[in-house]
């Protein structure tokens, strides 16, 4: 088992910034891809950035690119998501998550998931 605690959420204005941060603990962090997704009222869950176990390798939703930066600390436990030039679309909750199958992308291969955290941007 893997236990995750998101943090770090909040209300901010269009093109501000957040840093969110997920604490793991239970079976050894490093051992997992982990990941980031969100959850916009009405919509489906949505894959926004992975990282590979040692951090080296990242991934992004497109929207995302260039905004957000992922990133781990293994010797924390401590996944983050670094969120700049924020917008009113990337308003939702937000969940990190631990991979526990093969596709990066798809929320159906995490088995470990955190209770989520708001992130409201407001124009």
């Known amino acids: 088992q893997v236990q995750l605690v998101e943090s770090g959420g909040g209300l901010v204005q269009a093109g501000g910034s957040l840093r969110l941060s997920c604490a793991a603990s239970?079976?050894?962090?490093?051992?997992?891809?982990m990941g980031w997704f969100r959850q916009a009222p009405g919509k489906e869950r949505e894959f926004v950035a992975a990282?590979?176990?040692?951090?080296?390798?990242?991934y992004y939703v497109d929207s995302v690119k260039g905004r957000f930066t992922i990133s781990r600390d293994n010797a924390k436990n401590t996944l983050y998501l670094q969120m700049n030039s924020l917008k009113t679309e990337d308003t939702a909750v937000y969940y990190c998550a631990a991979r526990t199958s093969y596709d990066i992308y798809d929320a159906s291969h995490y088995g470990y998931w955190g209770q989520g955290t708001q992130v409201t941007v407001s124009s």
């Open positions: 239970g079976r050894t962090f490093s051992n997992y891809y």
């Open positions: 990282v590979s176990y040692g951090g080296r390798t990242t």
